[in-house]
């Protein structure tokens, strides 16, 4: 079953367009948090985004150009505004669609269906990232994302973090570490990670992101 994010404030339309959706067979998430769109996409994982325009604290422009840093999930423009400008804007920041208020349902749905047949006929949809406690990893760049912040880490970084946040709120060995960067990297001894694992503490809090890895005295590691 795909899975529809929708981002509109307006209580009465998105609860229309909640009920409508959902009766073609598809699971909705409306978005809560309109401060933070792009955290509450990466963690609910949608197949397809309809995005206002205005909206709240920052626009959908905005929201949409965030989620395709990490993502190519389609994104359907849904709004009042219709001049051209707005659909090149929508079209320049990631969106494969657009659509003015009022609109039909018929011609939404249609537009849905042609959205998911184009993007999801082939592969499988997916977002490419984990997330944990508002930090959220690329799979596809090597990017750590905090809010509104942006670190590029290392290979030996990605990889450290990778397996900390797959295993997250258990305790990762050093061993299991260092299996793990030897298996995908040149070989790295005791200290070598020692160095990655402090590199990688600066790092994240030179973005906000403060004691996100613990040391668990004579066991290891674990992002809690």
């Not at 946040?165 to 070598?192: P, Y």
């Not at 990670?193 to 674990?222: A, D, H, P, W």
């Amino acid at each position: 079953m795909y899975k529809i994010m929708i981002v509109e404030d307006e209580a009465k339309i998105r609860d229309i367009l909640k009920a409508s959706i959902e009766k073609w067979g598809f699971q909705v998430h409306c978005a809560e948090d309109f401060g933070d769109i792009f955290q509450e996409f990466s963690k609910i994982k949608p197949q397809l985004v309809i995005m206002d325009i205005n909206l709240p604290e920052y626009d959908g422009f905005h929201w949409c150009s965030k989620i395709r840093e990490i993502s190519k999930v389609p994104v359907l423009f849904l709004s009042s505004r219709s001049t051209n400008m707005d659909i090149v804007m929508a079209v320049n920041m990631g969106g494969d669609d657009y659509l003015t208020k009022p609109f039909s349902m018929e011609v939404l749905m249609a537009k849905i269906n042609a959205l998911l047949r184009r993007a999801y006929s082939y592969t499988e949809a997916t977002t490419n990232t984990l997330n944990y406690k508002e930090v959220v990893l690329s799979l596809k760049d090597n990017m750590v994302y905090y809010k509104e912040e942006k670190l590029e880490l290392t290979k030996n970084e990605f990889k450290i973090l990778y397996v900390l946040m797959k295993n997250h709120e258990s305790i990762v060995s050093r061993e299991k570490l260092m299996q793990e960067l030897w298996e995908h990297e040149s070989f790295i001894d005791d200290n070598t990670l020692t160095v990655n694992i402090n590199r990688l503490r600066r790092k994240l809090s030179e973005v906000g992101i403060e004691e996100f890895i613990k040391t668990v005295k004579n066991q290891g590691y674990m992002v809690k």
